[in-house]
């Protein structure tokens, strides 16, 4: 089967760094996305992972080890605007590389 | 920045009516995706569409469901007979190509008394 976990609910502090977990067991990857989502809002590309290793792309970076089935999203410097939920989202090539989604990660910033 | 563009924002229905939900991708994007978001759940695929057909669709996308795309720039999400626990945010998605990051319209709130 197709399976993503991720927690359900994180809290920082503004000005730290967060690292949001994701593991997945799906066949077919093809690769990791993360989505920030506001409450009411649509979902906003953050990152993609293909390859193994480290994306970085401002205070975000995302991290995929395929062989492991893992991934995790790093928030650098937090911002009271980065209270969010993250969504890890793999895609599927067996199923014509349809979006697989987690629940997302609820993200609470603390001053 | 070319974006995914929705309406209306929020669709107050009726139980039992009709809706078209309008959705105008990225012009030079050829996927198409629909989704929904019940408050407080996870987003879930409802149908992809390729050259004007779909390519793939969800055990949600039933029969109460079809999409069109009736000229080069609309694609419609058409829900028949709506029942209360069709509530929800309905995203719009295009993608340039497969494997690739998909964009999001703002999102229609569908609201069903």
């Known amino acids: 089967g197709q399976n993503i976990d991720q927690p359900t609910e994180m809290t920082a502090t503004e000005g730290a760094i967060v690292q949001i977990n994701c593991t997945y067991q799906?066949?077919?990857?093809?690769?990791l996305f993360w989505y920030q989502q506001h409450a009411g809002e649509a979902p906003t590309f953050l990152s993609y992972?293909?390859l193994d290793g480290l994306e970085e792309k401002g205070r975000f970076s995302s991290f995929l080890s395929r062989s492991k089935g893992y991934s995790y999203l790093l928030l650098k410097e937090l911002q009271m605007k980065d209270s969010a939920s993250y969504l890890c989202?793999?895609?599927?090539?067996?199923?014509?590389?349809?979006?697989?989604w987690g629940a997302g990660t609820k993200l609470i910033i603390k001053p | 920045e070319p974006e995914v563009t929705q309406t209306p924002s929020h669709q107050v229905t009726q139980m039992g009516q009709e809706v078209i939900l309008r959705c105008v991708p990225i012009?030079?994007?050829?996927?198409f995706y629909w989704y929904r978001q019940i408050l407080g759940q996870k987003v879930e695929f409802l149908v992809s569409?390729?050259?004007?057909?779909?390519?793939?669709k969800s055990e949600i996308f039933d029969d109460q469901f079809s999409v069109e795309r009736p000229d080069g720039s609309n694609f419609t999400l058409k829900i028949r007979s709506t029942k209360l626990e069709d509530s929800a945010m309905y995203f719009c998605?295009?993608?340039?190509?497969?494997?690739?990051?998909?964009?999001f319209g703002d999102g229609t709130r569908l609201s069903i008394l």
């Open positions: 998605a295009s993608t340039q190509g497969k494997g690739q990051p998909q964009h």
């Open positions: 012009s030079n994007h050829l996927y």
């Open positions: 569409f390729y050259n004007n057909e779909i390519s793939e």
């Open positions: 799906t066949s077919g990857f093809n690769g």
């Open positions: 992972n293909v």
């Open positions: 989202a793999v895609i599927n090539r067996d199923s014509n590389y349809q979006l697989i």
